[in-house]
């Protein structure tokens, strides 16, 4: 790690596309000239904050390095904690990888937290990144093994062309509102209620106009102002559909002048359901001007990722452009976590009796902590306040320097200058407003005068209202590796770590990403027996339910003689879509060869990937699949075998100024940390 694998950023070379900045970029600026993702006030009425493109984007397009930021991924917070954290990231996570441990969930950054979910306007679709476990191997020795999270950032593709000036939606599915209905989520349209009220606005535009009556389309053959609506009528049928569907009702439109809105602009042509439901989901937002975006919103890619000039460091953050002094390089909302204590880990053993893991108290009732979560690493705290800080941008990617020691790349070389000011971090870390300047987040302020007692009653209510900006202290040029200081305390904390550390056993033990680049033949079981595939490594099979699948409880087929005849159906999902709904888990029970020497196999695809790879229940064997491809077979770390998991390796937040502490914040109960 060196001093900033906590902040470090993973890519893939095995992978279907290159998910890293190349080299070469950093060193030659070759990215985008003009900012293009900005942060502001979402379209969405009191949604907060949203993300915008300044520049119109294709249909099935990456957004913009995006995929080169990693996700941090939380494990068995109920097992360590055991009750609720007081925390926001419960709102903000994504559904984990499902294998790293007995429950995982994915913090996000940058579009995964940042941009806003709408029902039906949506443009943008997510896919989980594979990981990299090489990038600091563990037969190194670095006492950066396990300090930085090995989850590739997760890559969100347009699903239709998104037009500058559009704020970029992305899809939580409607489960998570399900799970907030009691708070505020009952009353937001589903996609169904969109086209429900789009069925009744059909249904009145028939009744009431010279049509062509077409069961799928509207056709607008003479000006709608002829129609014989009124007020009258919609609020009429407005009172009628509400007490059938609540959400469906609320988008009619209760006036003429709304109701002609919504057919005068289309007018002359074919108008389909789906049209008229994305009208009126675009009634549901406030249209944003290309100039109120650029004038009102904050720069998000001012950096990008890279490999980190220092050492060993794997990444780090470049200016995609010139970024002058005294501006902002990236802002940094924040999500607040109340306590340290959160990020306690305890030695874990399997319950006998759920099959899960639970903490051992075998020795001792209340057992102390041997571990923190890797999410500490990502956070901003101080020695004298309890709360952690953690940022929702790309600003995670920023990595350390100071004049107090060198650690070579661009920090030893900014450090050899013989002007103080170009010496150390290029970049440090302010409140938004501070100095009197405006505040882009205008709670920030007004919290910094709260006390710790307040912010908890806040966060209870999930409310955020803490960010930070990240300003240049001097003029960065385009391409240069951008610093902040961590801290003295955090410095110290990584010398410690450095001279206390023990390298792990590389016993059994092969990176999953050499298992994956370089095993191109798999073993059948016969030399399974004699050359094993390493401890820490399962197999999983890409397999999904469509018409033809025979997983049906309800069909009462024997799944145990189950036979699907091709494996051909299941080369769809490359490596770059890592969907773990999509990956069961498997094995290789045989070897085919075909008549032009195509090397194919058969596996037996299980429901579900067990806590030990070497536990198969056949009673939970899904199929028996012929002329599986090898490209659809991958290894994935079994649980709890990853570096993230070993112990001893490097924890501790980032460093607050301690100028930066408001003085109420530390008379609070201090927690010994």
């Known amino acids: ?169 992305t899809n939580y599915g409607e489960e998570w509102l399900e799970t907030r209905n009691a708070e505020f989520a009952d009353s937001v349209p589903r996609e169904t209620d969109y086209f429900a009220a789009a069925g009744a606005l059909k249904a009145i535009y ?200 060198n650690y070579g790349g661009d920090c030893e070389k900014y450090n050899k200058n013989k002007e103080d000011m170009k010496r150390g971090a290029n970049a440090e870390v302010r409140w938004t407003g501070d100095g009197g300047g405006v505040s882009w987040d205008p709670k920030t302020q007004d919290w910094l005068k709260m006390n710790m007692t307040q912010i908890e009653d806040l966060t209870e209510s999930r409310e955020r209202g803490l960010s930070f900006d990240i300003i240049a202290i001097r003029d960065i040029l385009p391409g240069e590796e951008v610093f902040i200081d961590y801290g003295l305390e955090w410095e110290e904390a990584w010398e410690s770590h450095v001279k206390h550390w023990i390298p792990p056993s590389t016993e059994s033990y092969i990176p999953i990403s050499q298992l994956n680049s370089s095993i191109t033949v798999l073993r059948t079981p016969k030399e399974l027996e004699t050359n094993p595939y390493p401890d820490n490594a399962q197999m999983v099979c890409v397999y999904w339910e469509d018409d033809g699948d025979t997983r049906d409880e309800e069909e009462n087929v024997d799944k145990e003689n189950t036979k699907i005849q091709s494996g051909e159906k299941f080369t769809g999902i490359k490596h770059d879509s890592w969907e773990f709904s999509d990956y069961y888990h498997c094995r290789v029970i045989d070897m085919q060869v075909s008549v032009d020497e195509k090397v194919t196999y058969v596996v037996e695809i299980f429901q579900k990937i067990e806590q030990d790879k070497n536990l198969i229940d056949e009673e939970e064997k899904i199929c028996t699949v012929n002329n599986y491809p090898r490209e659809s077979i991958l290894f994935i770390p079994t649980k709890y075998s990853s570096d993230e998991h070993l112990k001893g390796v490097f924890r501790h937040y980032i460093q607050i100024k301690d100028e930066m502490i408001p003085l109420q914040w530390k008379e609070n109960d201090i927690f010994d940390y």
């Not at 006030?41 to 995006?66: C, H, K, M, R, W």
């Not at 306007?121 to 191997?137: A, C, E, G, Q």
């Not at 009429?236 to 057919?263: C, I, Q």
């Not at 675009?282 to 004038?295: G, S």
């Open 206 to 405: 028939y009744s009431n106009t010279d049509t062509i009556n077409n069961s799928s389309e509207v056709y607008l053959k003479k000006s709608v102002e002829e129609s014989h609506v009124t007020d009258q009528l919609l609020s009429a049928v407005k009172g009628v559909s509400s007490l059938l569907n609540e959400r469906s009702s609320s988008l009619l439109p209760a006036t003429t002048n709304k109701y002609f809105d919504m057919f005068v602009k289309n007018e002359g042509i074919t108008l389909s359901r789906d049209d008229i439901a994305s009208n009126l989901a675009f009634e549901t937002v406030i249209p944003r001007t290309l100039d109120w975006i650029q004038k009102e919103g904050q720069c998000l890619d001012n950096l990008v990722p890279g490999p980190s000039t220092i050492p060993d460091a794997g990444r780090g953050g470049f200016a995609q452009r010139f970024i002058p002094k005294d501006s902002l390089v990236v802002p940094a909302p924040l999500l607040q976590i109340m306590y340290h204590d959160s990020m306690f880990m305890y030695d874990l053993i399997l319950d006998e009796k759920t099959g899960k893991m639970k903490k051992d108290t075998s020795q001792t009732r209340l057992p102390e902590p041997t571990g923190l979560q890797i999410m500490i690493n990502y956070c901003f705290s101080h020695l004298d306040i309890d709360i952690l800080l953690c940022p929702q941008s790309n600003a995670i990617l920023l990595n350390h320097c100071s004049t107090r020691k």
């Open 1 to 169: 790690m060196l001093v900033t694998l906590a902040l470090v950023v993973i890519c893939s070379p095995f992978l279907y596309f290159n998910t890293c900045a190349k080299e070469e970029d950093t060193k030659t600026n070759n990215y985008n000239p003009t900012c293009q993702y900005y942060l502001a006030s979402s379209s969405i009425p009191n949604a907060g904050f949203g993300v915008y493109t300044a520049q119109s984007i294709p249909v099935d397009t990456p957004l913009q390095e995006q995929y080169g930021i990693p996700s941090i991924v939380f494990t068995d917070e109920k097992v360590h904690f055991g009750t609720r954290i007081e925390w926001l990231h419960v709102d903000y996570f994504w559904a984990g990888d499902g294998h790293s441990a007995d429950t995982t969930r994915e913090s996000v950054v940058m579009f995964g937290a940042l941009a806003n979910y709408h029902t039906y306007l949506h443009n943008v679709k997510s896919n989980k990144r594979m990981y990299r476990d090489d990038l600091i191997p563990r037969g190194s020795g670095s006492p950066g093994i396990g300090a930085t999270s090995l989850h590739g950032g997760w890559q969100f593709k347009t699903i239709r062309k998104i037009s500058a000036g559009e704020e970029i939606f």
